[in-house]
């Protein structure tokens, strides 16, 4: 059981737009600590994707984009291409866990 | 260019001490840093273990910290991870991964390892 929630899978056409949602809690995402994405392509380590609710390390395509609201997050990517079929982990940290970082279960996205 | 590569024994015996190496290129481990391990089961998600900065201060999860040792070896440039009394429950891939830039700890973790693959026999 993940202290962030994320849906397992979701899925979406060639050049479509998907999100996908990060749902925490009050002492955690609500209580004010960033969220930030992790995109982990078939058999690699996970990599940076979004950090800081929603800027982009550099290399990473603007059709990437994270936002945050109360205690909740989302990844959209738009324009999907085949290479986004990956899965995406949602990270924070929690203030009751004395400072545990913590993570979403993942999603993962399939690309039609 | 900063890399960061685990290596270790990648069979454990049920009840005995896993013992991980972090080896960190390219950066000096006692830069503003702080240096993580993160664990991933076969199929499953991620799992943070603990985070360590330099000068000693330590954070871990609190469902393994009984069984979790980090330690930095700023002479070598690495970090290890010990974690004792292990069952099948802690086999995983181990990545270490680098965050907290500038001694602010809940930043992302900006540079991960390939990680490695750690099985656990009984």
Redesign the interface.
């Known amino acids: 059981q993940?202290v962030l929630t994320q849906p397992p899978s979701v899925s979406g056409a060639l050049g479509q737009r998907v999100t996908i949602s990060c749902t925490g809690s009050s002492s955690n995402i609500g209580a004010g600590?960033?969220v930030?994405w992790?995109q982990q392509l078939p058999g690699?380590?996970?990599?940076?994707l979004i950090?800081?609710n929603g800027n982009r390390?550099s290399g990473v395509p603007d059709r990437f984009s994270g936002s945050k609201s109360g205690t909740s997050a989302s990844l959209a990517i738009s324009g999907l291409q085949a290479e986004d079929e990956a899965d995406y982990?949602c990270?924070s940290?929690d203030s009751d866990?004395?400072?545990?970082?913590?993570?979403?279960?993942?999603t993962q996205l399939t690309v039609l | 260019q900063l890399q960061l590569q685990e290596s270790g024994p990648g069979l454990v015996k049920s009840s005995e001490t896993l013992s991980l190496t972090c080896t960190v290129s390219g950066v000096s481990i006692s830069s503003s840093y702080y240096w993580g391990w993160i664990r991933q089961p076969p199929g499953k998600g991620l799992e943070w273990i603990g985070s360590m900065y330099h000068s000693g201060s330590t954070f871990k999860n609190p469902s393994l910290e009984s069984r979790v040792t980090l330690s930095v070896d700023t002479s070598k440039n690495n970090l290890s991870l010990k974690l004792t009394s292990v069952t099948a429950e802690d086999a995983a891939v181990y990545y270490c991964a680098r965050h907290g830039y500038g001694g602010n700890y809940y930043e992302a973790f900006d540079i991960w390892g390939q990680g490695t693959m750690v099985t656990v026999s009984s």
């Open positions: 993940s600590f960033d930030h992790y690699t380590a996970p990599t940076l950090y800081g390390p982990y990270q940290y866990l004395s400072g545990y970082a913590v993570f979403g279960g993942g």
